[in-house]
């Protein structure tokens, strides 16, 4: 440290006779009889106050700060898992009611589909005859078989449609 001080200029303050440096004169000399031993401590420590930084709390001051910091980002840190964790669990019930959607649809297309079964299993059974009736009546062969009449193609939904393509041929 010594080195340093020797190599470095030393600095002087110069005071008038104004009445504004004679009043600082008389507070630095209060101040060095009644705190300081010599004018380069007072000097020293003015200057730390003047630019903000002291020098036995410099690196408690920095680790303070370093705390809040910390802190600060702690709290950040809790709204944005609140936020996250509320846009998940929007997005959870959102899918969760489309799920819901699409059971009911489901349930509703199988019953449509059941009851259009229903309806064609009633209508091939309708064309089963008695087999005594059958041996009783003369087969004629150039006779055309009435077919009972099933629903018109416009009354077929769209969807069977559709997925009448993907059921084997015997359903």
């Known amino acids: 440290m010594a080195l ?31 705190k300081y031993q010599t004018f380069n401590n007072l000097c020293k420590q003015a200057l730390w106050q003047f630019l903000s930084v002291s020098e036995s709390s410099t690196s408690a ?6 705390e809040q910091r910390i802190a600060e980002l702690a709290v950040k840190f809790a709204e944005f898992e609140h936020n996250v964790s509320a846009e998940e669990v929007s997005r959870l019930e959102g899918l969760e ?9 489901l349930e509703r297309l199988q019953e449509s589909v059941n009851s259009k079964f229903d309806r064609v299993s009633f209508a091939q059974v309708s064309k089963v005859v008695d087999p005594e009736a059958v041996e009783s009546e003369p087969a004629i062969e150039n006779d055309p078989v009435s077919v009972p009449e ?3 193609l416009k009354d077929i939904d769209p ?8 059921l084997p041929q015997d359903f």
């Open 159 to 166: 969807l069977l449609e559709r997925l009448s393509s993907l």
């Open 4 to 34: 340093w001080a020797n190599n470095k200029p030393d600095y002087s303050v110069v005071f008038t006779e104004d009445p504004a440096d004679r009043k600082l004169r008389d507070a630095v000399e209060k101040e060095l009889s009644d």
């Open 150 to 152: 099933t629903a018109p």
């Open 61 to 66: 001051s920095g680790f303070a700060r370093l």
């Open 97 to 105: 009611h489309h799920l819901n959607q699409l059971s009911a649809q």
